[in-house]
């Protein structure tokens, strides 16, 4: 309570729940984990605590979806109810042979499988919505989704696949997926034939996320009267997008808030790396949005200025980002 009535002292209005589970693989990188069960009952307890001391001071109150990040498995609860809903990758064998095979990381799901989706839903959204109460949608103004991608790369080793994949891309391109595994891999030589078919892939892997992830939270969440609000991942370096996620746009359409993300020197004074922060907007511009968000600072540094921050957020602002997520 304490906590809250400083923020809202400070001057800001709103504030944003941010779980880090010690069962989170990478919460060693914090000074502590969260002791208590992630999504348990003590934590909805203090939940319901916040939810109650925002109403009374005026806060409005973000949810983030995941225990760490990425986004979608919710904290491995996903994948130990049902581990077919892993991430899938397609690989190559010794002999040349084109293997479909879960992936070893941990938390990672089939973003285009709508299971998955539907079953993260069930275990973080509507235990939060459930817990809430009439606040959903009041206090509770939306819920910020987190870096979720795909695992592999096209043109690497391992490609993006899922068992949703074959049927989708034979009915969208009219000839079997199998034919172009090998232009998938690293080849000595790209010919243009060759850029098309990767294109026609990564067309489909997107085209599968947006619809069976992306787009069953948005619904959802416009169902239930708040905002979907969120970024993926390393969207400052382009060359990443279809590794991770495909089309930027197709994503970030899917939220009424788009963002990205800013916290680790991405943008700097006297850099000139900021143009990335236009992607958010143009899905904004495309959709009729109003908001377009920023996860900014935290990995900076304990070196980082006021004045530098000042910098940072304005070089964010006139590429059309209104709203920042501060983190500490």
Request: charged fraction near 25%; proline fraction near 5%.
């Amino acid at each position: 309570a304490g906590q809250l009535k400083e923020i809202r002292n400070a001057g800001f209005r709103s504030v944003c729940i941010h779980p880090m589970p010690e069962a989170f693989d990478e919460s060693h990188f914090f000074r502590k984990g969260m002791r208590m069960k992630y999504l348990g009952t003590g934590y909805f307890s203090r939940f319901r605590f916040a939810v109650r001391e925002c109403r009374r001071l005026g806060l409005s109150l973000t949810l983030y979806d995941e225990g760490g990040w990425p986004s979608g498995s919710a904290c491995g609860a996903v994948i130990r109810k049902n581990p077919d809903l892993a991430a899938w990758v397609l690989v190559r064998t010794e002999k040349g042979k084109f293997l479909p095979q879960q992936t070893s990381l941990p938390n990672r799901i089939d973003l285009m499988n709508p299971e998955a989706a539907r079953l993260f839903l069930k275990l973080t959204h509507e235990k939060y919505r459930k817990a809430a109460g009439r606040q959903f949608g009041r206090t509770i103004r939306g819920i910020f989704t987190d870096e979720a991608r795909w695992c592999g790369r096209v043109g690497s080793n391992e490609i993006p696949w899922s068992p949703c994949l074959p049927e989708e891309f034979f009915r969208r391109n009219g000839f079997p997926v199998e034919e172009i595994y090998e232009m998938l891999f690293p080849l000595p030589e790209i010919t243009e034939e060759i850029r098309r078919m990767r294109r026609l892939y990564l067309e489909c892997c997107t085209a599968l996320t947006v619809r069976n992830f992306f787009g069953i939270l948005e619904r959802w969440c416009r169902k239930h009267g708040i905002a979907l609000e969120g970024h993926l991942s390393g969207e400052d370096e382009f060359r990443n997008h279809a590794g991770a996620f495909g089309n930027a746009l197709a994503v970030l359409d899917c939220m009424e808030s788009p963002g990205v993300d800013a916290i680790w020197r991405q943008i700097w004074p006297g850099g000139e790396d900021g143009t990335f922060a236009k992607i958010a907007a143009s899905s904004a511009i495309r959709r009729k949005r109003k908001t377009v968000l920023s996860e900014s600072f935290n990995v900076y540094g304990y070196d980082l200025t006021s004045s530098s921050m000042n910098w940072i957020a304005n070089a964010q602002f006139i590429r059309g980002v209104n709203r920042l997520m501060v983190m500490p």
